[in-house]
């Protein structure tokens, strides 16, 4: 139950500041909006002010703004949105996407300001940093490590009775020990002492034999108040444009190969992520937030129909050319964006059934107990 709160919270909050950029924006730039709701029908309560209806609803799933001339109505208004100027309609449309974005630097500034447990690199080495451990970052399918039941996350205490200062030397043990079986003592992620017997196998399409663990040293680097928000919007701009790359890529594999890409997700896929990520406490949560709220902000400002991207683009195409688009012509064309996303969702969380399945399945019911 746990879980779904929390999964239910993030992306209430997401999509709640995404509407919020476009009320705000719109509300200073002095285009009407009829109302601006906390979560989707049915009402809860609702009142006015200024004009503007407020409302409290029931699925609280982030909420919803409706401003004046959006769908092209109120030609004869001068505050509908569909007489204002270009520029003025670029940033009411561009500001939800914004606002994800500013929500992301914030989030992740708050986690390095907290402490974020991260591979470390020698070029760190004038930096304070605490909690040192050597932690598995990969665990291959099908190998020793795999079967006998190491995961991602797990911290390496001891080997073979023996504790070591960094990850070069746990390394180099285990090198060591091929072909002898190794005896290795972990701290799992719900702070259980797990130890675990294995032997280097020779695994498929490998010409040596291997345990099929990739190992790391991370740690909790102290970045200061400063250094933290410096930190924080680095890490923002990087993890928007590797967003914009990998979504470059699945559309190229999707029209090139015809099929999504293996490591792309619908709502089923993130839901079980985040029970694992819930698993691994407060600090994950929020950094995952902030994943979620980049993905959200990089995928909503693609330029195609329905989405923001795509009234940005034809915003734009009117400027251009100083011709105005037939509204009725307009509103088919996102309304048709619209039905394809749809049905791109569908096929996405029906393939998330077929390869995820049981694991899918298993993830959402632990939410209720």
């Known amino acids: 139950m746990e879980t779904a709160i929390i999964f239910i919270l993030i992306l209430g909050l997401l ?17 009407d909006v009829e109302e601006f709701a906390i979560g989707f029908p049915p009402k809860i309560f609702a009142w006015k002010r200024k004009g503007i209806k407020y409302s409290i609803n029931w699925i609280p799933m982030g909420g919803f703004v409706k401003i004046k001339g959006e769908q ?30 500013v929500l992301a630097f914030v989030l992740l500034s708050v986690v390095f300001m907290l402490g974020f447990p991260q591979e470390l690199s020698k070029d760190m080495g004038d930096k304070n940093i605490r909690d040192k451990n050597v932690v598995i970052l ?4 099908g190998s020793p490590a795999n079967k006998v ?33 190794i005896e290795l003592s972990v701290l799992k992620t719900d702070n259980q002492k797990m130890t675990y017997n294995l032997k280097h196998e020779k695994l498929e399409g490998y010409d040596e034999s291997m345990l099929g663990v990739g190992i790391s040293e991370t740690g909790i680097v102290d970045y200061g108040f400063f250094g933290s928000i410096s930190q924080g919007f680095k890490v923002t701009i990087s993890m928007i444009t590797g967003i914009i790359k990998a979504l470059y890529h699945l559309i190229a594999d999707l029209i090139t190969r015809g099929k999504l ?28 937030a902030a994943i979620l709220s980049i993905n959200l902000g990089v995928i909503n400002f693609f330029p195609f129909p329905a989405l923001d991207g795509g009234r940005a683009m034809f915003i734009l195409a ?19 964006g619209f039905i394809i996303l749809v049905t791109i969702l569908i096929a996405v969380t029906l393939r998330d059934f077929k390869i995820y399945g049981p694991s899918i399945w298993t993830a959402i019911k632990s939410w209720f107990i």
């Open 15 to 31: 999509v709640l500041v995404h509407e919020l950029g476009h009320f705000v924006s719109a509300v200073k730039l002095g285009v």
């Open 149 to 181: 039941g190491l995961e991602i996350g797990d911290k390496i205490l001891e080997v073979n009775g023996q504790s070591f200062d960094n990850y070069e030397e746990v390394y180099a043990q285990l090198e060591f020990l091929r072909g002898e079986n």
């Open 261 to 288: 890409a293996e490591g792309f997700g619908g709502p089923l896929a993130v839901a079980a992520v985040t029970g694992d990520v819930v698993k691994l406490g407060f600090i994950n949560i929020v950094y995952f």
């Open 72 to 101: 092209g109505e109120g030609l004869d208004d001068p505050r509908s949105f569909i007489n204002q100027p270009a520029w003025k309609k670029l940033i009411i449309v561009s500001a939800g996407v914004l606002m994800n974005f």
């Open 138 to 141: 990969q665990v291959a399918k």
């Open 318 to 336: 009117q400027a251009a050319t100083r011709k105005k688009l037939n509204e009725k012509v307009e509103a088919w064309i996102h309304n048709s």
